[in-house]
């Protein structure tokens, strides 16, 4: 059984700085496509950033320049750091994962394992 969970959400001023993390268990870390989304009040759950196994990496392209994502194989940890928080970047934050498959993906349907999400709140 895969468990994905997520940490790290809070409250931040605009222009702030934060850290999610999420930490996979279950099978092989090093094998699995990682990504995050996230979702806002009102609106639809959109796709922010994703890794590879092999540690490609795609952004949409809001966060681009602001958001890195990373991951630690040997802490079976993915990353999220989030720099010039705006307070459109306000929303429920996600972590998915998929087992065996390469590549990155921006579609949900690109993951079979989800966390319970992550509060990130900008305030302006």
């Known amino acids: 059984q895969v468990q994905v969970v997520e940490s790290g959400g809070g409250l931040v001023q605009a222009g702030g700085s934060l850290r999610l993390s999420c930490a996979a268990s279950?099978?092989?870390?090093?094998?699995?496509?990682m990504g995050w989304f996230r979702q806002a009040p009102g609106k639809e759950r959109e796709f922010v950033a994703a890794i590879s196994w092999n540690a490609g990496r795609d952004y949409t392209d809001s966060v681009k320049g602001r958001f890195t994502i990373s991951r630690d194989n040997a802490k079976n940890t993915m990353y999220l750091q989030m720099n010039s928080l705006k307070s459109e970047d306000t929303a429920v934050y996600y972590c998915?994962?998929?087992?065996?498959?390469?590549?990155?993906?921006?579609?949900?349907?690109?993951?079979?394992?989800w966390g319970q999400g992550t509060q990130v709140t900008v305030s302006s």
């Open positions: 998915a994962a998929r087992y065996k498959v390469t590549g990155t993906s921006n579609t949900a349907s690109g993951y079979d394992y």
């Open positions: 279950g099978r092989t870390f090093s094998t699995y496509r």
